[in-house]
């Protein structure tokens, strides 16, 4: 019975060891009306974990709230997706000019890479009043 107070000494594979580990559980009870509150503070906490978000209540952490503007994340992943479709645009624009450039003689890929030219600058208007409806959005955002 040779009982050390030393951690154990493990190979070089699995998880390390902590220096503090959390070993103690304990269990508490709501009834429905606390429940739903608890929830309630956990979800605007933002915090992934309840177990952290209840050590974080209990030993007087900061608590943060966090509040998302639903419009705000529309906005966003509008953009995102309009983003992903010009990088789309621009690929398939370069393909477009190889391949005038290759099948067509110089004459004929001229007139027509006019015509792919009028049709970017039209692309870029709208991306820069994009631009500006972004800038626009930021401001009414951080002056709430």
Do not use: W
């Not at 429940?35 to 952490?61: C, P, V």
């Not at 099948?103 to 007139?111: I, V």
Request: glycine residues 6%.
């Amino acid at each position: 019975m040779n009982e050390s107070k030393e951690p154990r000494k493990r190979g070089k594979s699995g998880r390390p060891l902590k220096s503090d580990p959390a070993d103690n559980c304990v269990m508490v009870r709501f009834s429905d009306v606390q429940y739903a509150k608890f929830l309630s503070m956990y979800e605007q906490s933002g915090i992934r974990s309840k177990a952290r978000f209840i050590l974080a209540r209990i030993f007087g952490e900061a608590l943060r709230v966090i509040k998302t503007d639903s419009s705000a994340v529309d906005f966003v992943m509008k953009l995102s997706a309009l983003y992903g479709q010009i990088r789309s645009v621009g690929v398939n624009y370069n393909q477009v000019v190889k391949q005038l450039h290759t099948t067509f003689g110089d004459k004929k890929a001229l007139a027509m890479l006019y015509k792919l030219e009028q049709e970017t600058i039209e692309l870029s208007k709208i991306g820069r009043e994009v631009l500006l409806l972004c800038e626009q959005f930021k401001q009414e955002c951080l002056a709430e």
